[in-house]
């Protein structure tokens, strides 16, 4: 049974042009192809990533941080073990009679249950800090990503003539280079998806993980296909905004308005057209007609060109995202990320059980107050930055 399925999945009509097998494909004659088992060593890569980016975080990112005076947020916590178990077990927004109720077995006001709410929803949110990390991390992955991205396709004919991609396909000999950017993009990918629970969560979750698992697929399709040509080219489009966007959110985080909004605005601009000119006007195009010059279709080749419309589709949310935020901040009226939660407000000393609350509540202040973040400056501005992309939003 399970050598009928293994066979049935490498079957040639499968992966290859008709009139072309595996065995055409065997390393002879200085020639180097692409095999499955080379792409084994991603897992313990991936592994090294995350100990890179563990030391990374806590050896570099931490101190810069410190050095533009971001800092970890301490928030004092007052313990109450009736509303604990209700917020873990049952609801972390309760409803009017929830409250009331725990009002009455806590022998707390409704104002200071709804109070105690709050805060503890805002424990659980991530503080700057640790997105000011991710971001860093994330920065100097794509920085080194895309330079050497350049480094490997600058001298190549297929990087200025997408005709040059199938030139010979499937039997192109594997460069070096090739593998090594395969590999570590990989890697880097593995290692997101390892830590997509621990990560900072988003609103759009559910669409990182579908594109955090489509780029996974795609690039080790890619790689068994020997696609590799085009997805190198891919790749390099794609890490091209990832910079600006990594960057735009380190300067919103450190609060210098001016240079991160400068950032935002080019990252917009390169976001529109890699993604949603070059990406479909030209690599998806190379995919979807040149290859046909040379051989029929085949499963492979519809499943690659769906994978990259499935990107393609996840580009066009994203953008629709980012048009959003961008008709905000002209019309100055954006208080915040689209898909970031806001942090909900509470006095500077954190304190819950207190007669000036109880006061402002009759009066109608404090508790209504707009957020901090709404109302300053680029923090309520350019976290328009934040997160439009993850993680990236690439191939």
């Not at 009139?19 to 055409?24: K, M």
């Not at 927004?93 to 409250?99: E, G, L, R």
């Not at 005709?163 to 090739?178: I, N, Y």
């Not at 419309?309 to 990320?337: C, E, S």
Request: proline share 2%; net charge neutral.
């Amino acid at each position: 049974m399970i050598d009928t399925l293994y066979q049935w999945f490498w079957w040639d009509r499968i992966w290859l042009p008709v009139n072309l097998t595996w065995a055409d494909l065997e390393d002879r004659e200085g020639r180097v192809y692409a095999r499955a088992s080379h792409l084994y060593v991603t897992v313990p890569y991936a592994i090294v990533f995350l100990l890179i980016r563990y030391l990374f975080e806590r050896l570099i990112a931490t101190p810069l941080a410190a050095s533009v005076g971001i800092r970890e947020k301490v928030r004092l916590r007052v313990e109450n073990p009736i509303l604990e178990l209700c917020y873990i077990s049952h609801s972390r927004n309760p409803t009017q009679a929830d409250i009331d109720g725990l009002s009455k077995k806590s022998g707390w006001s409704v104002r200071q249950v709804e109070r105690w709410f709050r805060r503890r929803r805002n424990q659980d949110r991530p503080g700057v800090l640790k997105k000011f990390r991710e971001a860093s991390w994330r920065l100097v992955f794509y920085l080194f990503a895309f330079i050497g991205g350049i480094a490997a396709l600058h001298d190549k004919e297929w990087f200025y003539d997408t005709r040059k991609v199938w030139t010979g396909f499937p039997q192109q000999s594997m460069l070096e280079s090739q593998y090594w950017y395969y590999i570590l993009e990989l890697s880097f990918y593995g290692s997101l998806l390892f830590s997509v629970t621990v990560d900072v969560k988003r609103k759009d979750f559910k669409e990182q993980i579908i594109h955090h698992v489509t780029t996974l697929v795609l690039l080790s399709f890619s790689w068994c296909a020997n696609y590799i040509r085009i997805g190198t080219l891919v790749m390099l489009v794609h890490d091209a905004s990832d910079i600006l966007l990594e960057s735009a959110k380190l300067f919103n985080y450190a609060k210098w308005e001016t240079t991160c909004n400068t950032l935002f605005v080019v990252f917009t601009v390169v976001f529109m057209v890699t993604r949603l000119v070059i990406f479909p006007f030209w690599l998806i195009h190379c995919t979807w007609v040149y290859p046909l010059e040379h051989y029929d279709a085949f499963f492979a080749y519809y499943f690659f060109n769906a994978m990259l419309v499935i990107l393609l589709f996840l580009h066009i949310f994203w953008a629709y995202l980012i048009l959003r935020m961008v008709k905000k901040f002209l019309f100055g009226n954006l208080t915040g990320d689209v898909r970031s939660e806001n942090e909900e407000e509470e006095d500077e000393n954190g304190s819950i059980s207190t007669e000036e609350e109880e006061r402002h509540h009759r009066t109608g202040n404090g508790v209504g107050r707009a957020t901090k973040e709404g109302t300053n400056g680029c923090s309520g501005r350019l976290s328009m930055s934040e997160n439009i992309c993850q993680s990236k939003t690439v191939y």
